[in-house]
């Protein structure tokens, strides 16, 4: 008989169409597969900062866990929530074509960016780097999917909330009222979907290379190392974009204090046949540069939140 291939995800909107994207994949190709929706508790604390939980992986741990005791064959993840080191025995299978890396701003008008303002977002590098360009604006604290947080906005006397453009997209949310936030810089792998699987599960594993998407894993991994190297997990003020043109890879990756009036940036291009430990290199120079130290006190003050 055949083989079903579980396929773990989260049970918001965004994550179910991810999930679904990778069955249509699946099926096509010829395999049967079946969908097992999970609540992490990541999406059942709503009432908290991510980086309180004092944990990374917050969005992942619950599919891990149904994975290593059997529960689900495959985990499908916005890569960007995923921690650089995932758990023993579990390994990437896949990272489909990536989608819209960048940031946008949905807002009930703009008049405010010159003026004082209100911006909502659970995100430590979307707050950083607001508050490095509009440092005289307040900043608030934004949990859940993509349309609960659009009914916070609307419910709230904000003036905008940050939304990954890929998200909205994705499920048709993206409102009239938005702007492209081309200046920031986005969480690495944002837009990119990951596929994980048991790294014992060879059926799944060869399934699963169809659906891989080379230019794109080249990509996240480059974001990832460059994230995996400062030690700032999934929630630390940190942003990196790696875009492939031309035979030639453009890397740009900044690390800011909490409070946006710090910045290290760094910004580089090189060969794509010389990627290998690129975003560890580039990592490496924001340390050497004061990054260590910043990295230091945004540990501190994460613990002492």
């Not at 083989?3 to 990778?22: F, Y």
């Not at 059997?70 to 989608?99: Q, Y």
């Not at 209100?118 to 430590?124: D, F």
Request: proline share 3%; hydrophobic share 40%.
């Amino acid at each position: 008989m055949k083989k079903t291939i579980r396929i773990g995800t989260r049970d918001s909107e965004l994550a179910m169409w991810q999930a679904k994207t990778v069955q249509s994949a699946l099926e096509k190709l010829g395999h049967k597969t079946e969908l097992v929706p999970v609540k992490s508790q990541g999406d059942l604390v709503l009432d908290k900062p991510l980086y309180e939980f004092g944990i990374t992986g917050i969005f992942t741990k619950t599919l891990d866990v149904a994975m290593l005791t059997n529960t689900i064959d495959i985990a499908v993840h916005s890569m960007k929530d995923v921690p650089t080191a995932l758990p023993k025995g579990i390994v990437e299978a896949a990272v489909l074509k990536r989608a819209h890396t960048q940031d946008i701003l949905v807002h009930k008008g703009t008049d405010f960016l010159n003026e004082e303002g209100i911006i909502a977002t659970g995100s430590l590098r979307r707050k950083a780097q607001w508050l490095h360009k509009y440092p005289n604006h307040e900043v608030v604290d934004l949990r859940g999917n993509v349309n609960t947080r659009l009914q916070k906005l609307e419910d709230n006397n904000w003036n905008g909330a940050i939304f990954a453009a890929a998200g909205l997209e994705r499920i048709n949310l993206t409102p009239e009222s938005y702007v492209d936030l081309k200046w920031m810089i986005p969480a690495p792998a944002q837009g990119a979907m990951l596929v994980v699987a048991k790294e014992e599960d060879e059926f799944c594993r060869k399934a699963l290379i169809a659906l891989n998407h080379e230019e794109s894993s080249i990509c996240v991994h480059i974001e990832r190392e460059f994230l995996r190297t400062l030690e700032g997990g999934c929630t630390a003020p940190i942003g990196a974009l790696a875009v492939i043109e031309d035979e030639k890879i453009h890397f740009k990756g900044a690390l800011f204090s909490i409070d946006g009036s710090q910045k290290l940036e760094v910004e580089k291009s090189i060969p794509v046949s010389e990627n290998k430990g690129f975003g560890k290199a580039c990592a490496e120079e924001i340390l050497a540069s004061g990054g260590a130290e910043l990295m230091k006190q945004i540990k501190d003050s994460i613990k002492n939140i």
